[in-house]
């Protein structure tokens, strides 16, 4: 049962520290994505990276956020620091060349 | 204004109704239509996969697209309660680099009742 697969499920963190999130996509898959979901905002694509290298990151505060992707098994969403209005559910998803995308069941995060 | 407008609702029908859920989009360059369905605390599920306009059955679903109204509907028959979940419309331009990136609707909330 193929799934994207992200750690940690649930967060909370004290303003200030340093958040990371992980991704493992859907092996075989080429593109990878990173969406925050907010009740305010709701979904918002942060990054996007196709054969590992990053193609948009235009939705992400480049300030405090950074993505990377240092093998085709693992992306990373960095938040440093991280501030209260960064609480959100922040979902990976993968896909193949196509826009069918399948998404992860995400990293809950409160930063208080 | 947002690229795509979607009713939040909440909508509740009883069981075995017809649901319609709708969007609307100002982005003439999209020509991916989707449908997800996310449970509470899961991530979003794919449903419905269209491209350009028409119609696309799967079951008890049925989605269309009418581009020259820059409108996509969402049918659910014989709704039942394990239907009960929010619903996002996405879309995404044609080829490129913008395979995969979607702009989603705010998603409406249906709640089928016994």
């Known amino acids: 049962d193929a799934r994207v697969t992200q750690t940690p499920r649930h967060k909370v963190t004290e303003m200030g520290q340093e958040v990371t999130m992980r991704c493992q996509p859907i092996l075989g898959h080429n593109t990878v994505f990173w969406y925050r979901q907010t009740m305010m905002q709701g979904l918002e694509l942060l990054a996007y990276f196709r054969n590992r290298a990053p193609l948009d990151d235009s939705g992400m505060p480049k300030d405090r956020f950074s993505a990377e992707m240092p093998d085709a098994t693992l992306a990373t969403l960095k938040i440093q620091p991280s501030e209260p209005r960064d609480s959100a559910v922040y979902f990976c998803?993968?896909?193949?060349?196509?826009?069918?995308?399948?998404f992860g069941e995400g990293s809950w995060l409160t930063v208080v | 204004q947002k690229e795509v407008e979607q009713d939040p609702g909440p909508l509740s029908v009883p069981e075995g109704a017809i649901v319609s859920l709708n969007c609307t989009y100002s982005n003439s360059a999209f020509q991916y239509f989707m449908w997800y369905r996310q449970y509470s605390r899961k991530g979003p599920e794919l449903l419905m996969y269209t491209y350009s306009s028409g119609n696309k059955e799967d079951g008890r679903f049925t989605a269309q697209v009418d581009k020259s109204s820059k409108y996509i509907s969402l049918f659910i028959r014989d709704s039942q309660p394990s239907d009960s979940a929010t619903y996002l419309c996405a879309m995404t331009r044609a080829g490129g680099t913008s395979y995969g990136k979607l702009t989603f609707g705010q998603g409406t909330i249906l709640t089928v009742h016994p």
């Open positions: 998803a993968s896909g193949f060349d196509g826009n069918t995308i399948y």
